[in-house]
């Protein structure tokens, strides 16, 4: 692969640099002057020397970019000034080096890439160190991009320096799994939904299963990427969305495997298409990051399926580095015991009269049952498992009463029940309670019929025998109480947790279905329990978009609860608006949103009304991504592409504006405060002054429809049959890209 051509030389990109540092600070002056002493030592040299015989680019030469991203320019470190200062004039120079491998052997490239490493190890430590947490968002901006590009750097060294063929041949017996457990679950698929299975033929279901271990299977399946491409010419909106569904995508993501993998065993990878399209993941990866958009989001898809067919099975680093950091999940609940007990935990005191038949008695009295319920928490990787238990003790005075004797006791029985519980995301599955009953009577007193005989003269030789022959069937007595507390808790217990849970249940069902209706259900989710915790993790993306990336460092405490939403999440929802390319009032913009979350929601919501707004503002939204969402350093910034409608009619075209707001909790408010609105035009005008002007409208007219404000940081969470329960947001954190609320 020849090297390219640059747009500008060496010499002006040196001075370039070397001029800016120079203006700027000593920090940008010492790397600005490590890359113009790279560059110029090392690829000019190389180049002059080599012109008439250019090498072949070594390593990452060619793909990856001369200068690093603005969230790694010299800039990005100086906030971490103070004690970090030293140590950040050292990782930018190791930045620049990492992004100079003009004159670097694959080993020169390697040791760069170790320093980066080390740097983000420094960065991890830091932020897992309370001492550190007053820089903790200027910490995590700089470890983000850093982490990213020291684990996308390697992971690209390893595909292009790998043996693509040699790693073909173990590959196969996967990729033919691969498409086997794909094939089961598409069929599957299409036997659940009407005239499903009229689809089989069309996608060679038969065909495949029987060619898989055979070498036809390449032969059989070779027309099948084009079958199942949902954008190939022809298709009418129909076909498209049902070639989208999820197993059919996965099959043919399994099938575009499986082919690529026999061609690169067979011919080896194409280093050529591999470094062109390895180059593309790299720009697109900068470019998602600078701004992201739905053609940056569907860039680093499509650059990532690219690679795989161009190198097969050698590219699993890359695809491993997308899907942790790209097709991750985007929302993340964590809760302790303690607060998700509270959600059933309940005391109940229940008296009442004792009427009962044993041994030839009657027996009559009075009892009083306390009951706790509570939950405890089993742990599972594969679904979330609880114990909902009921520790009782029913306290009773009774008088027995046969036709010889009367015999007054009391009692303390103490029970447990157990009921286990299952959540696999969509439903909880209950199993059988099992009850224990400890059972305690004692015998207060006695009187018989014959107490009074000769004047009472031997009563008490026959209470002591009546007593005796009473206690002697203390054991019978007791067999018979615990059988009575099972009878009387058991059916109660598994009635009352049945109908709770199957209330639960259908309205889990309900909300299922309207977030499908709204394009948010899950694309995948997961759910486990510890001993302690309850973790909930869900992707929802469609199509091409994308989805989280690991949590911030540090995110997670161990109380209360923990909501983590990242930023992917609000775009995607917000692509379901449908607010492209439309003309509307920031009040219709409202009434709509309101809408929305109350269909998804299942209830009717309300939005805040501004009493002293005095005018409307129409917003002309662009035709793609009109509305985005980014969380950084503290804020949600809502960014808006759209122009507006002036008084008189005038239209300001498509402006980028970017809103931050800023969210903090103070006392029971969540307080949102709207930053500085920026405005910058998608297509600059000639005239400077006219952009001023725009921009100075467009600012005017959304600070009076963008406005600041307060909501309830204390909510009310109702409980069948029961007083609601109080859940207080204590804390708002926005860094990172993901929005993570803190509560109890």
Known sequence: MTPRLRNRSLTSKCSLIARDAFRRSRLRLLAGATVALTLVGGASLGFALNQDAPADPVGLQGVWPEFPPQSLSVDAFSPLGGNWASWSEAAAIDVAELYSLADKDLDAQREALAKVKSRVRVLERALRDPAYSMIREELTGVYSS??????????????????????????????ISDVRNALSSVESDLRSIPNGTAWLPYIKAEEVRRSLDTPAAADVMASLPTRLDPNAAGRNEQQKQFLNRPSLRRFATAVNNYLSNMRVAEQGADTAALNERLTALVQAVDAHEDSPTSETARAIREARDALQQAAGPITKPIDDLIRKNYLNYNFRLVADSSFLSKMVATQDINCGPVVD??????????????????????????SARFNLTVNGVSNSRTNAYTNQATVSS??????????????????????????????????????????????????????????????????????HAAERVRENVLPEFNSEVDQQFGELNADLAGFERRMANKGVAPRSERVRTTSERFLLDAAIREGVEVSGSPPNIGSTRGVGFT????????????????????TMTDDQVREELRQWFSDLLGRNIEFKKDENKTESTTLIFSETDPIRFRIRNGAVILILRAGIVQEDGEEIPPQIVEVPLNLSVQGDQIVIERGTIIVSPVDPPRSRATQIARAGVMRRKLEQSIKGGTRDAVIDIERSGRSPMQMRVQRVDARGGWLTIYGV
């Open 146 to 175: 850093l982490k990213l590009r020291a684990d996308l750097f390697e992971a690209s060294l390893n595909v292009v320096t790998g043996d693509a063929r040699t790693a073909a041949g173990p590959a196969r017996q996967s990729a």
């Open 357 to 382: 038949y044993f041994m030839g008695a009657r027996i009559y009295g009075n009892q009083t049952t306390t009951t706790n319920a509570n939950l405890q928490f089993v742990p599972s990787n594969d």
């Open 410 to 479: 009391v009692g303390q029985h103490q029970f447990y029940a157990s009921k286990p519980i299952t959540f696999d995301g969509d439903r909880f599955t209950l199993g059988p309670a099992q009850v224990s009953v400890n059972p305690s009577i004692r015998h207060l007193g006695v009187s018989t019929k014959y107490d009074n005989i000769f004047f009472g003269l031997f009563r008490g030789m026959i209470q002591r025998k009546a007593m005796t022959e009473a206690n002697s069937r203390l054991p019978a007595g007791r067999a």
């Open 563 to 582: 909501a983590q939403i990242h930023e992917s999440l609000l775009n995607n929802a917000a692509d379901r608006w449908g607010f492209a390319g439309r």
